[in-house]
């Protein structure tokens, strides 16, 4: 058994990292908590803050598809623009845009959505979902949300020669390049692989390791497969998730950050010259993520004002907004 897989069997006590206030009249309640793990790089990769046990494996779930994405480019994948480079590290809306991207993408390879082995799904994006909805569109493999990083799995594999029947299975030579990689660049063995929501292989690593390994990204060299994914992300922040999305106006706010999500309740941002912010909230629910997120890239420097938006976020009564949803004491 790898090192600190058996880790993944228990749950450690976290503490509470984020709280949901609810006030009105002359009273205020603490309503709800969400506990979790939380760790905080300097640029140097050091740590500058820790709460919970930040060592632990956990599943970064889609948080480690940027390094994934390096892999594909190290296995010969050329993508013909940054765009394409992009939606292989996206967790994408199934808007227009993206399910027409990662079609283009297949079609340069010589393949169809008929090769993709994630699973049919309707479109994450409210007003495209109903609008498919309405008309009796059938779920379609683009529109799942991790298409692009499919249809870049098998565009590496057609490059590099590897068979793409099988291109999900573990033992397949891209999954071993993946796996590999994510052991590279976080400084620690993978401790356990599972099957992912897409049907592909998710890797476990520590939060330590999921900050070391993205922050390596957006400080290497220029032109580098770590720095072209970086500046791909960065570039095209609409492609990473979509409209109205978190990580997409995170982006677009603070010059120079790398953002990416994972499902229950994991979230990875780094920042070149400054650091990297990993966690993941115990719950493995979304509504504590981005204060969680903001708290650690205050640490970083980000300004206050630039990130007041995701500092707190609101709680509703009535027609009104009478609480917030925010980091604890332990964050800072």
Same mark, same amino acid.
């Given at each position: ?60 779930? @889609? ?23 992009? !939606? ?116 476990? !690593? @520590? ?32 492609? !990473? ?74 709680? @509703? ?10 980091? @604890?004491?332990?964050?800072?």
């Amino acid at each position: 058994m790898p090192v600190g897989a058996g880790d993944l069997t228990t749950w450690p006590e976290d503490p509470v990292l984020v709280e949901v206030w609810r006030a009105g009249f002359d009273d205020e309640v603490l309503e709800s908590v969400h506990r979790g793990a939380l760790v905080v790089l300097g640029a140097d990769g050091e740590p500058l803050l820790t709460a919970g046990d930040v060592a632990r494996p956990v599943l970064p779930r @889609s948080s480690n598809k940027p390094v994934q994405a390096t892999a594909y480019l190290r296995a010969g994948w050329r993508p013909r623009d940054d765009r394409e480079l992009a !939606i292989a590290a996206a967790s994408h809306s199934g808007e227009d845009g993206h399910r027409e991207l990662a079609a283009e993408l297949l079609a340069a390879a010589g393949l169809t959505a008929d090769d993709l082995g994630c699973p049919p799904a309707l479109p994450g994006h409210e007003a495209t979902r109903a609008q498919w909805l309405v008309s009796g569109r059938a779920p379609e493999r683009l529109a799942m949300n991790c298409s692009g990083k499919h249809a870049a799995m098998l565009s590496a594999c057609v490059a590099a020669g590897w068979p793409t029947a099988g291109y999900l299975d573990p033992g397949h030579p891209l999954q071993r390049a993946i796996e590999a990689r994510l052991g590279e660049v976080s400084g620690e063995p993978v401790a356990a692989v599972v099957i992912d929501g897409c049907g592909a292989p998710q890797h476990a !690593i @520590s939060l330590t390791g999921l900050a070391r390994g993205v922050l390596s990204l957006v400080q290497a060299e220029p032109g580098t497969p770590e720095r072209l994914v970086a500046d791909a992300m960065r570039a095209h922040p609409w492609l !990473i998730a979509g409209t109205g999305r978190e990580d997409t106006e995170l982006m677009q706010a603070v010059d120079g950050l790398l953002v990416k999500g994972g499902a229950d309740g994991v979230h990875v941002a780094a920042l070149p010259g400054k650091g990297a912010v990993a966690l993941k909230l115990d719950d493995g629910g979304d509504r504590g993520r981005t204060p969680a997120l903001a708290a650690g890239l205050l640490r970083l420097g980000v300004p206050a004002e630039t990130l007041s938006r995701w500092v707190s976020t609101p709680v @509703s009564g009535g027609e009104g907004v009478v609480g917030s949803v925010r980091a @604890s004491a332990v964050l800072g």
